[in-house]
């Protein structure tokens, strides 16, 4: 069982090469390991990358697309794919490229199993069943912002926790916040025009008031006993900028019901704000990162009026007051398992043993995120982050679990 290069040609159709070994990259390039490697599983998104030219152990296929395949959710990516780029290359728009090759004439990719979730399985829907769903319930509750901006991330973005709102099931969104402290070089809801990367949502445009976010809360726990309401969500900026307005839904929500989980996302870059939606009945907390280093952090997030730092120090608070706690690591293989990386992600999570530490892959071109971030010293393979995590006794996860 050796693995074979898997290519495009510039229509993006896929060919296997029997003659030929591929090259993976890790933060320095190599081939892949046979443990690192599985069939592509359900829901995998083959992609051509066009005008990067795959790299093997013969050298670069000089007339030949990368292959690069996006993994469904509940996988880790273990490798990105090795390319050199044509001077013309365009750039690429923000998808979590993971690295393909071809074993006994199978798509095979570098991934890890990291969760198993029905929410979040891929969605079908027979012709017009979500827009009904959605007719009736903003007909019911007709001006409730909230509601017109979780219709559009559902029928345009395909959101699951949008679409949970019509559902009635699982997780639901609450978009709170138009306005953001970082500016993510990857962030999907606003990019830079110069980046040439379109974000793959619009951010929201307005402050939604408390009430009109309670309403949506509270219907999702009157239907959805063990259900999960979430502040902080893909289409928009940073909720804690807004943690009066939750707080005070928070308040409203509680005065009403005691069942389900109240959580709020977010990339923690404010402890006290985030301390008075604790206070208000926050339960559980997921804080964004893609490094527990400063350098590699602020390269990435170029945050505005706060450090790592605080970052850590809203999950101390959170771990303190006793609200299930995760940490949204957005991985990229050659980063996340850089020897330095796992020594400061082992120290702090010692220190600060949150519930559970979910696997995000990050939606980057690998080539603009190493530009940015650097390349590693000493990658030790993401398996040996990920069992870093295991040893400490911290669950590993791609979705917001309610237990
Ligand atoms: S924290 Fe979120 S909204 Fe803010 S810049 Fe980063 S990705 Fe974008």
């Not at 083959?46 to 296929?61: E, F, Q």
């Not at 402290?181 to 307005?206: K, L």
Request: charged letters at 25%; a neutral charge.
């Amino acid at each position: 069982m050796s693995a074979v290069l898997a290519y495009c040609d510039k229509r993006g159709r896929i060919y296997f090469d029997d003659e030929t070994s591929p090259l993976a990259d890790g933060g320095i390039v190599r081939e892949a390991r046979a443990d690192e490697l599985i069939p592509a599983p359900k829901g995998s998104v083959p992609m051509i990358l066009p005008d990067r030219r795959p790299l093997t152990r013969s050298g670069v296929a000089s007339r030949r697309h990368t292959i690069a395949v996006a993994l469904p959710a509940g996988y880790t990516r273990l490798l990105v794919p090795a390319y050199e780029s044509d001077p013309q290359a365009p750039a690429l728009p923000l998808f979590g490229y993971g690295f393909a090759c071809a074993i006994d004439d199978g798509l095979h990719v570098a991934a890890m199993c990291t969760d198993e979730s029905e929410d979040w399985a891929p969605r079908t829907f027979a012709r017009g069943e979500l827009e009904a769903l959605i007719h009736r319930r903003t007909t019911e509750d007709p001006g409730n912002r909230v509601l017109a901006q979780v219709a559009r991330c559902s029928l345009e973005y395909g959101c699951f926790t949008a679409q949970n709102v019509f559902l009635e099931r699982g997780e639901a969104a609450l978009p709170v916040s138009p306005r953001c402290n970082a500016r993510c070089i990857g962030c999907i809801s606003e990019q830079e025009p110069q980046t040439g990367a379109p974000s793959p949502q619009e951010r929201i445009a307005y402050e939604i008031s408390a009430q009109e976010l309670a309403r949506i809360a509270l219907r999702h726990l009157e239907r959805v006993e063990n259900g999960i309401v979430s502040f902080g969500q893909g289409c928009e900026g940073e909720p804690l900028l807004r943690s009066t307005a939750i707080a005070r839904a928070i308040d409203r929500i509680r005065a009403a019901r005691a069942n389900g989980t109240i959580n709020l996302n977010t990339n923690g870059s404010l402890p006290s704000a985030l301390q008075r939606c604790i206070d208000s009945g926050l339960d559980a907390v997921r804080i964004s990162l893609n490094s527990f280093r400063k350098a590699v952090y602020a390269a990435y997030y170029r945050p505005i009026g706060y450090t790592l730092d605080d970052v850590l120090e809203s999950a101390r608070v959170a771990v303190k007051k006793r609200l299930r706690v995760s940490l949204n690591l957005l991985t990229h293989p050659g980063v996340t398992d850089d020897a330095e990386e796992i020594s400061a992600m082992r120290a702090f999570l010692r220190e600060v043993p949150v519930a559970m530490v979910q696997t995000r892959t990050l939606n980057i071109d690998p080539e603009w995120y190493f530009g940015a971030v650097g390349r590693p010293r000493k990658p030790l393979g993401m398996r040996a982050a990920l069992a870093a995590i295991r040893e400490l006794g911290i669950a590993i996860g791609n979705f917001t679990h309610t237990h």
